[in-house]
Nanobody, 121 residues
Framework: QVQVVESGGGLVQAGGSLRLSCVASGTFFSINVMAWYRQAPGKRRELVASVTSADTTNYVDSVKGRFTISTMNAKNTVYLQMNGLKPEDTAVYYC???????????????WGQGTQVTVSS
């Protein structure tokens, strides 16, 4: 069983900063990718940023230069540093972990419960 827990959301004024944290815990072989997604009201969930076990990062264009994804603790902890926040960044942010539960190549997707980020103008 794998648990994914996010923290760090909140209310901030435009131009401000927040840091989201996510920890994947439980019994598993390895984590291939950890990522942050977000979903605003009435919109589809979108990938914000991801980091692989090889530390390759990827960002959606709208956050490039403002957000930074990083990992620690044998890569089961991921952070999303969000600077220069804009009202359009308002959404529920979800952490996702692509996990290998055994040495086999099959990966499974685990989601956190989400954390609200609200940016006021």
């Amino acid at each position: 069983q794998v648990q994914v827990v996010e923290s760090g959301g909140g209310l901030v004024q435009a131009g401000g900063s927040l840091r989201l944290s996510c920890v994947a815990s439980g019994t598993f072989f390895s984590i291939n990718v950890m990522a942050w997604y977000r979903q605003a009201p009435g919109k589809r969930r979108e990938l914000v940023a991801s980091v692989t076990s090889a530390d390759t990062t990827n960002y959606v264009d709208s956050v490039k230069g403002r957000f930074t994804i990083s990992t620690m603790n044998a890569k089961n902890t991921v952070y999303l540093q969000m600077n220069g926040l804009k009202p359009e960044d308002t959404a529920v942010y979800y952490c996702n972990a692509m996990v290998r539960t055994t040495a086999a190549r099959t990966t499974y997707s685990y989601w956190g419960q989400g954390t609200q980020v609200t940016v006021s103008s």
